[in-house]
Every structure is written in C-alpha cells, then in structure tokens.
C-alpha cells in the first residue's frame, strides 16, 4: 500500500494562504502609496519631481545587491524568521515615511521599506513553495500575485475610500499605508505561528534553496536567457516608475483630472491585472508560445504611450493597454525562465533578472524626476512632461526589441 502522503489541514492551509495575500497586498499598498500623494508633497513640502521620484527608486537601490543575500538568510535563518522580521522592517520604514516631513527622514523611511519588502517576497515565495509544492502551487502564486495587485488598486483608489484624510494634507494617507504595513505585520504573525505548528508536525514540502548569484554560472546562460532578461528590466522600468510614482501627478496637470479622478483611473491597470493575470497563467499553461504572447504584450507598452501623447485620444485607450500588458507581460516572463536555463541554475537565473530589475527601477524613477524637473513639468507648463513620456516611450520600445529578438531565436532554434 503506497504510504500516505502528510500534508497540513485545509484549514492551516487557508490561514497560510490568507496571511501569505494580506501580507503582499499591504507591501504593496504602501508601495503604492507615493503616487497618490504626489502633489501633495509637491505643493505641501515642496519636493521637486526628482525627490518624488527618488522615494520610489531608494526601494528599489538597495535590492540591486540584497538579492544576492535574501535566499542565504532564509536558507540560514529559516523561510518564517526572515519573512517576520523583514516584515518587522517594512511597518518601520513605513512609519518613519509617514512622520517624516523632512525629505532625509521620509527618504530613510523608504529605503528601510525597501530593504524589508524585497527579501520578505524573496521568503514568501520560498513559504509558498513549502506549503503548495505538488499541492496546485501554480495556481496559488498566480493568486498571490493578482492579491498583490489588489494592494496597488486599493492604494489608488485611497484619494476616494479615504477622501478625509486626503482632504488634511500628505500624511494621514501616508498613515494610512503605514496601517496597512501594520495589517501585514499581524499576518506575518499569523503565518509564524502556524508554520511553526506545521514545520514540527512534519506536513512542509522541503524548500528550495534561496535566490542567489553564481558569478561562475553567468556564461553559461544563452542568448534567450539574455533576451528575457532585457525585456524584464526594460518591461518593469517602464511601467512601475510611471504607474506607480509619476502617472496621478502627470494625469492632475496634464488633463485637468482631480485627485480622486486620476487615482481611479490609474487604479484600473492594476484591477485588471488582480482579475486577467491567473487567466493569462492557465493560457500560457495550455497553450505555450511564450515569444509570441511576450511579443504581443510588449507592443501594447509603447502604443500605450503614444495614445498617452497623443491629443484627441480617450485615456481610457492608454489605460486599458497598459492593463492588458501589465496582466499578460509577468504571467508569461517568469515561467518563461524555466525554458531557457538550466534546472541547476534557475536560482541564479532568477536572483540576477530580479537584482537587475531593480537597478532598472532605481535608474528609471531617478532620470524620470530628473526630466520632469529639467522640463519645468507642472500645471502651468504641461509640456515638461513631454520628455518623460518619450523616455518611457522609447524604453518600451527597447523592451518590444527584445520579445522580438526571443521570438527570432525561437524560431532558429525550431528550423
């Protein structure tokens, strides 16, 4: 008789997975959380274009390197430890934000967010392998991913749930996200408590080893490995500094849109995303292709910035574009990741696509405020924008060239 294989309860399970959602969706609320009060730091505290966009791009500067190091401290330390305290870290960074009405503090803030969330994903991940493995994993991390989404969602449509405290300047929203660093702080609570439980009842898959870097490896990946790395960083760079950072700012002056307007319109790509990610999963799952699928989404990118620039045009078109590529773009990249490097190296395959994403982030979100700034972006002179549109624009384009370049080795490597 074949042994029984030990698994934990339907009900430890739940927990697990609702605490695992609850803590993605507040990381990335307060991720989120800049974009929205962006004028308002402008007006209030006077920050320049450049700050603004240094408070996002500070998240991301520390995880060009700490990604070489979050897998050894979850392999060291175990997956709840590290996912508790980075946790712990987050609702730090994220209070400091909120009382930081000097640009060095609230800059601080951030960066110790920073520091916490990136490796705090990197031991989710590892969590959810442990507790899903065999057990429908690819489902659960889709689902994870859209209930990430749902923290974006939520943080731009706070300037309406949340109207009072817009209504008394930038830092009760910045409040507000802290509080939701607090929720994922109870739910890391919650997942050590039953993952303890777990671990000792012997019911956990065995983990992965953590993301790292093989320096040695590097020449061993091939030319598709490079390509989806490119359309990575370039994908990414484009639409999370502008989405999450510029675009209900750039919506406020560029048409006239009120803060709550702005807020609710760039919330629709991330519902769309919530909803069409896990629906993108099980076609790339029955169907394959993923040059073509990667081809297509990268396309909806830039024609997403030239409807944006163009006058006469609904920003509805914009928005459903960039909606449609944000769901389809990630549901396809990572999986993709399997097929072009080998399974003894898929760690240091996605370990440098991720440290090299963030160096994106952070380049992006700097030279973005950067043209703003040198343009004279605001109310009174919409064009300053007119530069960051066509950085954006252009880096989109690079990312289209690189599907294109998979799609051709694809189809060498087939004849």
């Known amino acids: 008789m074949a042994q029984r294989v030990r698994m934990p309860s339907a009900a430890a399970q739940a927990v697990m997975f609702t605490a695992a959602a609850v803590l993605m969706l507040g990381n990335y609320y307060v991720y989120d959380s800049i974009g929205p009060v962006a004028d308002l730091l402008s007006r209030q505290l006077g920050y320049t274009q450049t700050q603004i966009g240094a408070l996002n791009a500070i998240y991301s500067l520390p995880n060009i390197f700490l990604v070489l190091v979050g ?20 609702l730090v960074g994220a209070v400091l934000t909120a009382l930081g009405s000097h640009f060095p503090v609230m800059l601080l803030g951030r960066f110790l967010f920073g520091v916490g969330a990136e490796t705090m994903i990197v031991g989710l991940l590892v969590a959810l392998v442990q507790w899903f493995d065999g057990r429908h994993l690819a489902l659960f991390m889709a689902l994870n991913i859209s209930l990430a989404r749902l923290g974006s969602y939520l943080a731009d449509r706070s300037p309406s749930f949340a109207d009072a405290l817009y209504a008394r300047g930038w830092q009760p929203p910045l409040l507000l996200a802290a509080g939701f660093a607090a929720l994922s702080m109870a739910a890391a609570a919650a997942y050590y408590l039953v993952d303890r439980r777990e671990a000792a009842r012997g019911t956990l898959a065995i983990a992965p080893p953590g993301e790292r870097v093989d320096w040695q490896s590097l020449r061993r990946f091939r030319a598709g490995y490079w ?33 709550l307007a702005a807020g609710k319109l760039n919330s629709y790509v991330f519902a769309a995303a919530v909803i069409a990610t896990p629906l993108f999963g099980l076609l790339v799952d029955r169907i394959g292709r993923h040059a073509q699928l990667l081809v297509a989404g ?14 006469g045009v609904s920003l509805w078109v914009s928005t459903v574009l960039l909606g449609v590529s944000f769901s389809l773009v990630p549901a396809v ?25 963030n160096a994106g982030l952070t380049f992006a979100n700097l030279i973005a405020g950067y043209l703003n700034d040198r343009g004279g972006a ?33 189809r060498r490597q087939q004849a």
């Open 71 to 90: 897998g050894i401290l979850t392999d060291r330390l175990g997956v709840r430890r590290v996912v508790y305290w980075t946790t712990f870290i987050c």
């Open 227 to 259: 390509y989806i790395v490119g359309i990575c960083v370039t994908f990414y760079a484009v639409i999370l500094p502008f989405r999450s950072t510029f675009a209900i700012e750039y919506f406020q002056h560029a048409h006239g849109m009120s803060l």
């Open 298 to 311: 990268s396309l909806l990118l830039p024609l997403s910035f030239v409807c944006l620039a163009s006058p």
């Open 333 to 357: 990249l990572w999986p993709a990741v399997p097929r072009v490097a080998a399974a003894a190296l898929l760690g240091t395959a996605y370990g440098l696509m991720t440290m090299l994403q």
């Open 378 to 410: 605001s109310a009174a002179h919409v064009q300053g924008y007119a530069a960051m549109l066509w950085f954006f624009g252009l880096l989109s384009l690079a990312g289209l060239l690189f599907a294109l370049l998979l799609w051709r080795h694809e």
